[in-house]
């Protein structure tokens, strides 16, 4: 348990739904991430909160939308998505942007 | 050619043996770390390191920032220890940027 949870853990989807993962952290931490880790390929980041303020897009397709509304939660709003956005999709904090980050479980999305 | 290259790839190991796992980066770094990743996907942090060596129990880290290399280390490794391993840096604007990690299976 790291004190990062994520909900739902596994999620299946066609490309015309919208849905949301969520992402809760109990560890009182500034920073929270978004990352994508596809079948044999590296972490991807895609997004990076600061005091609840976006601070990096890494280049992500707008069909994916990120919330913070305050620094214990973060949001990925999903929209007409394409079976290759079929990932594990991790969610992290940290304190500030340079320490230790913690991740949560992970969410498992299907896109039919 | 990704900034952080892991090898192998692919590990194998009988319950007990030394594992030594290695990373090579390209990029100028504040930080290394050495994640864990269980089999469901949940990752955990074992290492952060900037320089020397570091020691929690079994596993011990260590980085040559002149080589751009890093090692993992696992003495008397146990079936529980099956994870994958990634090696990330922490490069220019705090970045973090990820190997494709080294799948490890310990066998009785």
């Known amino acids: 348990e790291t004190g990062v949870t994520q909900t739902p853990r596994h999620l299946v989807m066609g490309m015309t739904n919208k849905k949301s993962l969520k992402c809760e952290q109990h560890l009182g931490h500034n920073a929270m991430y978004w990352y994508k880790q596809s079948a044999k390929k590296p972490l991807e980041l895609m997004f990076v909160?600061?005091?609840?303020?976006?601070?990096e897009n890494n280049s992500v397709p707008s069909r994916f939308s990120p919330e913070c509304p305050n620094s214990s939660h973060l949001f990925l709003h999903l929209h007409t998505l394409q079976p290759e956005d079929s990932a594990l999709y991790l969610c992290?904090?940290?304190?500030?942007?340079?320490?230790?980050?913690?991740f949560g479980p992970g969410t498992r999305l299907t896109v039919l | 050619k990704n900034e952080v290259e892991q090898s192998p790839q692919n590990l194998t190991a009988q319950e007990g043996e030394f594992i030594t796992i290695n990373c090579s980066y390209s990029?100028?770094?504040?930080?290394l770390h050495w994640l864990q990743q269980h089999p469901g996907g949940g990752i955990v942090s074992l290492f952060m390191?900037?320089?020397g060596k570091k020691k929690h129990g079994r596993l011990i880290a260590t980085i040559n920032i002149q080589e751009k290399h890093s090692s993992l280390h696992i003495t008397a490794s146990h079936p529980r220890d099956s994870a994958v391993y990634i090696c990330?840096?922490?490069?220019?604007?705090?970045?973090?940027?990820f190997g494709t990690g080294t799948r490890l299976q310990v066998t009785l």
């Open positions: 990029v100028g770094i504040s930080a």
């Open positions: 990330a840096v922490t490069g220019t604007a705090s970045k973090l940027t």
């Open positions: 909160y600061n005091f609840k303020e976006q601070t």
């Open positions: 992290a904090s940290s304190q500030g942007s340079v320490d230790t980050q913690y």
């Open positions: 390191l900037s320089s």
